[in-house]
């Protein structure tokens, strides 16, 4: 039996080309649109852009693929995706801390957003705002190479970039400029001082260049200097101390951005609210190392910041717990840490945030990726019938609980689809040595089967099979 393509694993595998040659090849509709709507999360709606293409179309681009391994299969990639139906989609405007942004997708303060034009260039393209990369007084020397990823596509990125390299005042007058350009985008200044004075002087600057509000770098996790970044934002004392300092000194927005190398992000959080923050930005990067003999920096390794799909989960549960401390109250949150898809930020949004900002996946694909998480938020809002962004805000909060508040008296059992099951026993080896022996395999068939007496719902088999063939059963009491 011909099994089917899996669509997302397929569409990974483009390169996601500049001036793809497929397109080129296809002429009547965008073939690599439609396959990078599919690589983040948009298959629903990836039809649209080969709509018109005939089979021959198809066929040609197909065979224009520079893919090094083998041909994007594009055919039976595409033939497998719906043609959506015209719907009218939701507005994506959302309030940040006083600002009307047209939707919450902001770039983070890092690499990809370190000069006017790139910003501009990102502005144009349909992001809403930025936090410009952090301006500091000190003088900034990196190191080379600076960047290691785990995997491809990234799973972890990890980064040893510091602070901007510019001069202070240029960095003031390209954020006076952005903004003079981009009235209807929200310029965001993020700044890190070693003293009082300088934090005071910097956020000075940052009101005096017309910005709409400043980040408070707490966070960076591989400053040179001592007492600056996370050294800050493991210190609840000196959070608040200098978050006060920036309120008492300007009249525009404070976001202190918190430092996931912590234990209790609460303790510094809360700082930050009793001085005065007006929101809060979690998390920057987290501290790593990863033993690469290609990135080593002069015979050396080093401790620095690891970014991407695989901190997502960690910087959520900080989101979490600052979102369902009932102290904090009134504070806004600007959700950081491997988003790549609409999806992805969603899940921010409904753990609390009213704004994301997105740094790792824009340097693996471009700032095109808003295209995506533009599009893919707006349709699963009409599917929802969500007319307004603002009603997702923290609508799952009430779903995170702690584990001694999860239900122990029932259980979900998992069931075999077997027109989806290949027959690889990959199900039986997990569930006989990591899980609890309940999966026989019969190598005459092929076939697995569920010892219900053994079974305890765990669910190691159906997250270890590679083609969803174990589905759910319905959650039942659990026998005494």
Sequence with gaps: MKRQLNIREEAAR??????????????????????????????DIAGQWVAACS??????????????????RIRELLAAVPQPAKAALPSLEIDFCGFHCENPFFLASSAVCTNYEMVARALEAGWAGVFYKTICMQEIKEVSPRFDAIGKPFSGFRNMEQLSENPVDMDFDILRRLKQQYPTKMIVASIMGQTEEEWIELAHMAEEAGVDAVELNFSCPQMRL?????????????????????????????????TPN??????????????????????????????????????????????GRAVKPIAQRFIADMASNPIIKG?????????????????????????????????????RIIDDLVLGMQHEMARRGVTRLADCVGELLGSVVKPSDMDRDTVVYPKIDRERCIGCGRCQLSCADGGHQAITFDTTTRQPHIVGTKCVGCHLCRLVCPTGAMGLTKRIPKKE
């Design 14 to 43: 483009c390169l996601f080309c500049q001036d793809a040659p497929c397109t080129k090849a296809c002429g009547t509709g965008d073939p690599a649109r439609a396959i990078r709507a599919i690589r983040f999360d948009n298959a």
């Design 55 to 72: 089979e021959a179309d198809l066929e040609r681009a197909e065979q224009a693929c520079i893919h090094y391994d083998r041909p994007i």
């Design 226 to 258: 001592a007492g600056m970044g996370s050294d800050v934002g493991q210190n609840a004392e000196l959070v608040t101390f200098y978050t006060a300092y920036v309120k008492r000194a300007v009249k525009i927005p404070v976001i202190p951005k918190m």
């Design 262 to 307: 912590i234990t209790n992000i609460n303790e510094p959080a809360m700082g930050a609210y009793f001085a005065g923050a007006n929101a809060i930005s979690a998390i920057n990067t987290i501290k790593s190392i990863t033993l690469n003999e290609e990135v080593k920096v002069s015979d050396k390794y080093a401790i620095s910041g690891y970014s």
């Design 331 to 367: 504070v806004e949150y600007s959700g950081i840490g491997g988003i790549e898809t609409w999806r992805d930020a969603l899940e921010y949004i409904q753990l609390g945030c009213t704004n994301v900002q997105v740094c790792t996946a824009v340097m693996e694909y471009g700032y």
